[in-house]
């Protein structure tokens, strides 16, 4: 399993190593060769049961940078909720249009059937607060 063995060397070569690294390396070696020998016994070939564990087990960095992972999932939690808070100012504005041009479509043209334009506008105020609500959602979750 010599494939396995630089797997495992080339992963920490970036890395001192240290004691418990080379017992970690030789742990590792191990886990790796017995999943080979597994999915050998389930009938791949030598070659194809090395690729797939290789590739199941991942890079070192998903391993050792999780600082990385952390600051990722920050930028794009702040860049969601960055997204909501413009969906509801748009939301908002847009209300805010529209209601205007119903109040003077009905002040102007249709105020003998009596002030009209209040009830789609309270119908057009969920859109915006449906909005928050998702956006105090999405910050409640981040708060976590």
């Known amino acids: 399993m010599k494939a396995i063995e630089s797997f495992v060397r080339r992963m920490f070569r970036a890395k001192k190593i240290t004691k418990e690294d080379k017992e970690s390396m030789e ?46 999932r920050r930028h794009h939690r702040i860049k969601t909720l960055r997204h909501y808070r413009n969906d509801l100012l748009f939301a908002s504005l847009s209300t805010v249009l529209i209601a205007g041009i119903l109040g003077y479509v009905n002040l102007v043209y249709f105020w003998d059937y009596g002030p009209w334009f209040i009830v789609p506008t309270l119908g057009l105020l969920f859109w915006p607060l449906s909005l928050l609500y998702a956006l105090l959602n999405k910050k409640s979750d981040s708060d976590d």
């Open 27 to 72: 742990i590792l070696t191990q886990m790796l060769i017995e999943k080979v020998e597994d999915l050998k016994e389930q009938g791949m070939s030598e070659d194809d049961a090395i690729d797939k564990t290789i590739d199941e087990f991942g890079e070192i960095d998903d391993y050792y940078h999780p600082k990385m992972a952390r600051e990722k």
